[in-house]
Each structure stands twice: as structure tokens, then as C-alpha cells.
């Protein structure tokens, strides 16, 4: 398989992650407010909203859990609440919004491992 083919199957793998994870905020009775929501600083993967809260998942996906989770990186990192800052700044709240940054893991088989307050102190 060539480095392109490779590209685009990551890629396809990654929004099907996206989609599924988006699903399965869904069905826990959360609303959905953006895919990919794109700021200066960077993007999120997916913007919920639950209870007045706003949660920003960042999804990553590969062969294991843990591997996925290795490819959360600190530069990464700051671009999400780079991101997320710029979307709140449109909320009613502002900076004051209450919000949660969560991980949500994907493995080769499609299993899901939601990740809470990943980024909480």
C-alpha cells in the first residue's frame, strides 16, 4: 500500500472514530453543538454539550487503546485549549462556561474508551 493509500484510509479510519464516538455521546443523552470545529490555534474533534456544561473530545484512534492514547501529544495538547477558548469566547458565559475536555480512545475493532476530564488538574 502506498504512503497516499495509507493517508486516506487513516483519514477515512479517523471520521468513522469521529462518528462513532459522536454516537456514542448520543445516546448518553448528549447534544451535539460541532464536528471539527476549527479556531486559530486549532481544532476539536467533536464540541457536546451536557447539562449546561460544553465538552470537547479529542478523538484518536489505533490498533489498541493504548496506542491511541500515545498519540496525544503536549503540542497537541495546547492547540485543543487554544481552540477551545475560542469557542467559548462565543458562549453566554464566555470564559466562565463551564467545560470538560475528554479523550475518546478507538481501537482496531471499534471499542470505545471515554477518557473524562482528561486534561483536568
Known amino acids: 500500500m ?3 493509500e495509507r493517508g486516506r484510509t487513516g483519514y477515512h479510519a479517523g471520521i468513522e472514530a469521529e462518528r ?3 454516537r456514542h ?7 451535539f453543538a460541532a464536528h471539527r470545529f476549527r479556531g486559530r490555534g486549532g481544532e476539536v474533534d467533536l464540541v457536546m454539550r451536557w447539562e449546561g456544561r460544553v465538552i470537547f473530545v479529542e478523538v484518536k484512534q489505533s490498533r ?3 496506542r491511541a492514547a500515545e498519540r496525544l501529544g503536549a ?3 495546547a492547540r485543543l485549549l487554544d481552540a477551545a477558548c475560542e469557542f467559548v469566547a462565543s458562549e453566554p458565559s464566555g ?6 475536555f475528554d479523550v475518546a480512545l478507538v481501537d482496531g475493532v471499534g471499542r470505545i474508551e471515554i477518557i473524562e476530564n482528561a486534561l483536568g488538574a
Open 2 to 4: 502506498s504512503r497516499s
Open 20 to 22: 462513532s464516538v459522536a
Open 25 to 31: 455521546y448520543l445516546r448518553r443523552g448528549y447534544t
Open 64 to 66: 489498541s487503546h493504548a
Open 75 to 77: 503540542d497537541q495538547m
Open 95 to 100: 470564559q466562565d462556561t463551564d467545560m470538560r
